[in-house]
Structures are given as C-alpha cells and as structure tokens.
C-alpha cells in the first residue's frame, strides 16, 4: 500500500481538485476522504471543504443524517477536468494491480473485470538498459530471438535503440539494427540477453517511419445498417461519418492489425469488421512502406 504524502507536500489546489473530483465520479466527499489521502487533520479537511464551498456554493450541499457532502444537481467542475480515458485507464490499472487504489483518487470502486491476456515478461534490468541506452545514445549488444525462421537461434546483434512503443499487447524498442542496416522493432521479452554497452549513435533523427505519421481516416462498414453505422459514429467519437486517427509510420502495421483492419475487406460479416479505412489507397502505400 502507497503511504500518503505529509500534508505539507501537496497543495491546496490538488485538495480542492480531489473534492471536485471524487464529487463529479462519486457524488460524495467527506471529511474523513481528504484526511486519509493527504493525510491531514479533520479540521484541516473542513478548512479544505469550506474553501471548496467559497469558491463553489451550487456544487454541494451537505447531508446532516449522512454526514457527508453530496454533489448538486447544477455541478460544474472548476478544478478537475473530467477525463472518462485517465479513468477507465487507472481503473484498469487497479483491477490488473499495476497500481494500488491508494495511488489514485478513486475511493469507491466499481465491481469491475479485464480480460486477461498472457503478459509479455519484460525484465526490470533488460528495460534499464535499454532505457539508459536511449537516454545516451549508444548502441548495446543484444542476444535476441528473432521469428524470423532465416535465423531460427538467437543471435548477438548490436542495436541503437532510441524508443518504445507498446502495439496494446507488447512492448518494442524501436532501434537501428546494425547487422541489417536499418530500422527495426525488437519486442523486449525476446531480448534474451544485453551485453555490452558500445559507441554513441546520435540516429533517432534518421528514422523517418518513426518520426512521420499518417492520418487514418475511418468510416463505419457501409455494409452495416444506417442505425449500426450511426452506433459505430458514436462509439468513436465521428463528426460528418469519419474520424481522423494519426499513427506513426512504424506503428501502422500493428494499428492495422489491432484495429482489424486488414481483414475488413474479405470478412464477410460486416458486424465483425465495424471499420473501414477511407483513404484506402495512400494508407495501402504507408503500409508498404511508400513515403507520401
């Protein structure tokens, strides 16, 4: 359990956002909520409320039965900006016990669930390396299990990694492959070994597919119906029946296959393939590898 933070190390404008937010999500607040986070006296958490009620009077009223604040029906938030995805994403965190409750503002969780997927090993002292290679620029040794079945054992090979990227179910260290002269993902759980650490390569400017994006522009499966495809421009946010979603070049072939999108065309169940792309022909080419 993450220790709360001495009073004296959080401002009072985090206090009041912590207010605001645990009203907006929960539609409560009590005294005792700020004193354990901030680990403050209850006078001082009254003091913290007050502030609030100043500067917000239509935000709350207070149950006297309850012995708590509750959110009022005209609640505007003035400190905390709702953010549904930094949510949903810390609530994933909680429920995979990446972090613990403790380290969010969260207080009443929802009985909630993720799918589980197999994790990907990544080793604390391979990704130290690999960050500390980044952060200076050198290149490192690496004895790596490529797929690639021209090198079915694994081989030492020396990289310049500048990045990572994850593709939603592994971790990359986007690299400049000195034994193929070019660019390159190497998946971390398949970093067996790191050797050495070797000369700087200042390279991460030459890497265009990484510092280029491409603007994928998608549609709802016309072959959907006008209120299924109606229910896909919600779902995603679509304004006049698209949206516009920029990828890096190198990450465009795993958005392509995360996203399904290179089945699309031949699955003959449009409710399975919701999406299509509509400038089709310039992202076949960014696929490619075509510069555009």
Not at 80 to 108: C, F, W
Request: a positive charge.
């Amino acid at each position: 359990m993450t220790e709360a933070k001495p009073a004296g190390r959080w401002s009072i404008e985090q206090r009041l956002e912590f207010i605001e937010f645990r009203l907006f999500w929960e539609g409560t607040i009590r005294r005792i909520d700020i004193r354990r986070k901030f680990s403050v006296s209850l006078q001082q958490a009254s003091i913290d409320i007050n502030k609030y009620r100043d500067l917000a009077p239509d935000n709350l009223f207070y149950d006297a039965s309850d012995k708590r604040y509750y959110a009022a029906k005209g609640f505007k938030p003035l400190f905390h900006k709702p953010n549904p995805g930094r949510y949903l994403a810390q609530l994933r965190a909680i429920t995979e016990d990446v972090i613990s409750e403790e380290e969010t503002m969260i207080g009443s969780l929802p009985d909630c669930d993720v799918l589980p997927i197999p994790a990907r090993t990544v080793s604390a002292s391979k990704l130290r390396k690999i960050l500390q290679a980044i952060r200076t620029q050198q290149s490192i040794m690496v004895e790596y299990q490529s797929m690639n079945d021209a090198r079915p054992e694994p081989l030492w090979r020396t990289i310049t990694p500048h990045a990572i990227a994850s593709d939603g179910l592994r971790w990359h260290a986007r690299a400049y492959c000195h034994l193929e002269e070019r660019f390159k993902d190497f998946i971390i759980s398949r970093c067996l070994r790191i050797g050495k650490v070797g000369d700087s390569h200042p390279i991460n400017r030459e890497d265009a597919d990484w510092n280029c994006f491409f603007d994928v522009i998608l549609a709802p499966n016309p072959a959907l119906g006008v209120a299924q495809q109606r229910t896909i421009e919600i779902d995603y946010g679509m304004k006049d029946g698209s949206c516009t979603v920029r990828v890096r070049r190198a990450l465009l072939y795993y958005f392509d296959k995360r996203m399904r999108l290179d089945v699309s065309a031949k699955h003959d169940r449009p409710k399975e393939t919701p999406l299509i792309v509509k400038n089709r022909k310039d992202y076949d080419a960014a696929l490619s590898g075509s510069v555009t």
